[in-house]
């Protein structure tokens, strides 16, 4: 990770950029799509800045880690968002980029947040009484973590099918909500704790889905989903539950022990460390899975996406630059942010990234 620029060498990588930005040529025409987002005075884009440094930090680390696998497919995955939004086009006060759209880059990971928190939020708050349900089992080490993921996707596939035919033969209660897949990583254990987290509209649904999980989980004399791991609590937000629902599937940041995990505020970063071996075991298992989904309702119908695709020509092109943490104009030099790299955060980013194989 690179040190954080000082205002000096800004300033002198900016007239070296002047020098040499009209050497390269710009295409004539080209094409953008989608809607873009404001250029002008808009606090998302230094929201952006940092999220590219540590994505950045996080794949490089990743790609380390697969390569020490002979994993080169993984390794191309990762590299794919590293190049994440290298090129920015503004046109008409508007930034326009390709996204790599995988779970690991925290800029599409909060893209993928927004969409969904505003496709299911219009239907959430006609619920009369939304609980937030948490299912859990015993944890597994690294070896046991696909497989374990893959029996609790059936299992739910088996409880929802259940009620269903019960709704349907005695009138019993009808479920519905909306399902998240998520994982913790305990570096102090080595343990690896997935769960689901699920909205219900009211209390009922949530005790009756739990009960109906422990029962899949503890027949037959095992004894894998416990009482109190199980957790149901009220939603007093609408919004914040649905943000709670809909994650990274795995924290980038984490405490080393999440159940010793203490109330932070805003900006503390003290003890939180990036497990990169966790996190690639957690996107491996979680790579053949939906991690969002509802269930028991459908949203009315919705518009048809268009590509609102355009050619246009008068237009700037911004390149990422790794040494400045910024977008630069290829043609004037300017910086897009003026990102400034909080100290805490390079600190973090220099010195708490584990790559430990195990």
Not at 52 to 76: Q, R, Y
Not at 141 to 161: P, S, T, V, Y
Not at 218 to 241: L, T, W
Request: hydrophobic share 35%; proline share 3%.
């Amino acid at each position: 990770m690179v040190s954080h620029r000082l205002i000096q060498n800004k300033q002198f990588n900016t007239l070296a950029q002047d020098r040499t930005a009209n050497l390269t040529k710009k295409p004539k025409s080209l094409t953008i799509n989608g809607v873009g987002t404001d250029l002008i005075d808009n606090p998302s884009l230094l929201k952006r800045a940092n999220k590219k440094v540590i994505t950045n930090a996080l794949v490089m680390a990743l790609v380390d880690v697969s390569k020490e696998n002979d994993e080169i497919d993984w390794s191309k995955r990762y590299w794919n968002s590293f190049h994440c939004q290298n090129k920015l086009i503004s046109f008409d006060n508007k930034i326009y980029t390709d996204l790599c759209r995988n779970r690991w880059c925290a800029t599409c990971c909060g893209i993928r947040k927004a969409e969904l928190l505003n496709k299911y939020y219009p239907e959430l708050i006609k619920w009369e009484e939304p609980h937030l349900l948490t299912l859990t089992l015993k944890t597994v080490r690294a070896n046991k973590l696909e497989q374990r993921i893959d029996d609790m996707g059936k299992a739910f596939i088996r409880i929802k099918d259940r009620c269903n035919k019960r709704h349907q033969r005695t009138n019993a209660m009808r479920i519905k909500g909306i399902k998240s897949l998520e994982c913790n990583f305990n570096a102090v254990m080595r343990w690896y704790n997935p769960h689901f987290h699920i909205i219900t509209p009211n209390r009922q649904i949530a005790l009756y889905l739990k009960q109906e999980w422990k029962k899949e989980w503890n027949k037959n004399g095992a004894y894998m989903a416990s009482e109190n791991a199980q957790d149901v609590v009220k939603i007093k937000k609408v919004e914040s539950g649905l943000i709670e629902v809909i994650k990274y599937g795995a924290k980038m940041l984490s405490e080393p022990d999440p159940n010793k995990k203490r109330k932070r505020s805003k900006g503390d970063l003290d003890g939180l460390s990036l497990y990169a071996k966790g996190l690639h075991t957690i996107y491996k298992a979680f790579d053949s899975h939906q991690l969002f989904k509802s269930f028991g309702f459908t949203l009315p119908n919705e518009k048809k996406k268009t590509t609102n695709s355009r050619l246009i020509t008068e237009y700037d092109i911004w390149k990422y630059r790794i040494s400045d943490m910024d977008w630069v104009n290829t043609n004037t030099g300017n910086y897009l942010t003026d990102y400034e790299l909080d100290y805490k955060l390079d600190y973090l980013l220099k010195n708490s990234i584990d790559k430990v194989l195990f």
